[in-house]
């Protein structure tokens, strides 16, 4: 009995050892290779879990945590895990307006600008009391919180409100004067477009800037049209059928063209126009934005 209990304590000693010795190496990581398997399988696009070994290290080596977590952040960003990076920015939040500008930046880029411009307003008190963050000692702290404060209140509320809140910083003359002119290119329709295009095939396009499609409407209308004329003047019945069935749905999409020119020509000068108002009031990435 009691060699067999010795034999079975044994082999539970030689099954244990192993296993303890490499719960040390799982207790006490080595920094630079912790740090290179988490960003080995974050390059790897293993996100989910990148994002445990991220977490793991900066756990151990909280004397690093700020590169740690902008990886955490962006592996639970492309994992498209966004509930599990807000639950994590809530629980781990801090008296720094930096951690407002972490979760405020991840529901931006999530299109959740009203949930964004709501945090950064509730956090504006905190701002007051210093002029940089902590976690982004490098950075002009204030401009970049101003800035994404900004955007939310354009994406959440309208170019009304976001004229209200433009970043002290920046060129102000402009920026309104970029506001000013996307609120007067709104996106709309036009029926005298449309009524263009039906009087002339592809004039209601090239009166709005769309002189190729225009002229491509122009030249399948007048073609088709030709076609099905020559069609009945030879008593091709079946030609005729076919071709007038094309000419006449190729007329009611040059109409419909004609309509939309003016919302199509609205939305490209709307896009130019926000391009040039990011050029002035430019978004800080809070994260690691791709590999």
């Given at each position: 009995?009691?060699?067999?209990?010795?034999?079975?304590?044994l082999?539970?000693v030689e099954?244990?050892?192993?296993?303890?010795?490499f719960?040390?190496?799982?207790?006490n990581?080595?920094?630079?290779?912790?740090?290179?398997?988490?960003?080995?399988?974050?390059?790897?696009?293993?996100?989910?879990a990148?994002?445990a070994?991220?977490l793991?290290?900066?756990?151990?080596?909280?004397?690093d945590?700020?590169?740690?977590?902008r990886?955490?952040?962006?592996?639970?960003?492309?994992?498209q895990?966004?509930q599990?990076?807000e639950?994590?920015?809530?629980?781990?939040?801090?008296?720094?307006?930096?951690y407002?500008y972490?979760?405020?930046?991840?529901r931006?880029?999530?299109?959740?600008?009203?949930?964004?411009w709501?945090l950064?307003?509730?956090?504006?008190?905190?701002?007051?009391?210093?002029d940089?963050?902590?976690?982004?000692?490098?950075q002009?702290?204030?401009?970049?919180?101003?800035?994404l404060?900004?955007?939310?209140?354009?994406?959440?509320?309208?170019?009304?409100?976001?004229?209200k809140?433009?970043?002290?910083?920046?060129d102000q003359?402009?920026v309104?004067?970029?506001?000013?002119?996307?609120?007067?290119?709104?996106?709309?329709?036009s029926?005298w477009?449309?009524?263009?295009?039906?009087?002339?095939?592809?004039?209601?396009?090239?009166?709005?800037?769309?002189?190729?499609?225009?002229?491509?409407?122009?030249?399948?209308?007048a073609?088709t049209?030709?076609?099905?004329?020559?069609?009945?003047?030879?008593?091709?019945?079946?030609?005729?059928?076919?071709?007038g069935?094309?000419?006449?749905?190729?007329?009611?999409?040059?109409i419909y063209?004609?309509?939309?020119?003016?919302y199509?020509?609205a939305?490209?000068?709307?896009?130019?126009?926000r391009?040039?108002?990011?050029?002035?009031?430019?978004l800080?990435?809070?994260?690691?934005?791709?590999?």
């Amino acid at each position: 009995m009691s060699m067999r209990f010795f034999a079975i304590s044994l082999f539970l000693v030689e099954l244990i050892w192993p296993v303890a010795g490499f719960s040390e190496d799982i207790l006490n990581p080595n920094k630079a290779q912790q740090y290179n398997f988490a960003r080995a399988l974050y390059q790897t696009g293993q996100f989910d879990a990148s994002a445990a070994e991220w977490l793991r290290y900066m756990i151990f080596f909280a004397d690093d945590s700020n590169s740690g977590r902008r990886y955490l952040l962006s592996s639970l960003y492309l994992s498209q895990n966004s509930q599990a990076a807000e639950l994590w920015l809530a629980d781990n939040k801090k008296n720094d307006p930096g951690y407002d500008y972490e979760l405020a930046f991840f529901r931006y880029q999530k299109k959740k600008f009203h949930a964004a411009w709501q945090l950064l307003e509730a956090a504006s008190s905190n701002l007051m009391k210093t002029d940089k963050s902590t976690l982004y000692p490098e950075q002009k702290f204030i401009s970049d919180f101003a800035a994404l404060r900004f955007w939310s209140v354009f994406y959440a509320a309208g170019i009304d409100l976001a004229e209200k809140n433009i970043p002290g910083q920046v060129d102000q003359k402009r920026v309104r004067q970029l506001l000013k002119q996307l609120k007067m290119a709104e996106a709309t329709t036009s029926l005298w477009g449309g009524a263009a295009s039906a009087f002339i095939p592809g004039l209601g396009q090239m009166i709005h800037g769309r002189t190729s499609d225009g002229f491509v409407s122009l030249l399948a209308v007048a073609l088709t049209g030709t076609l099905t004329w020559l069609a009945y003047r030879h008593n091709e019945k079946e030609l005729f059928l076919s071709m007038g069935l094309l000419s006449a749905a190729l007329y009611s999409a040059n109409i419909y063209g004609g309509y939309l020119a003016p919302y199509r020509s609205a939305q490209r000068q709307q896009n130019h126009l926000r391009t040039a108002l990011s050029e002035l009031i430019p978004l800080q990435p809070a994260f690691l934005m791709s590999r």
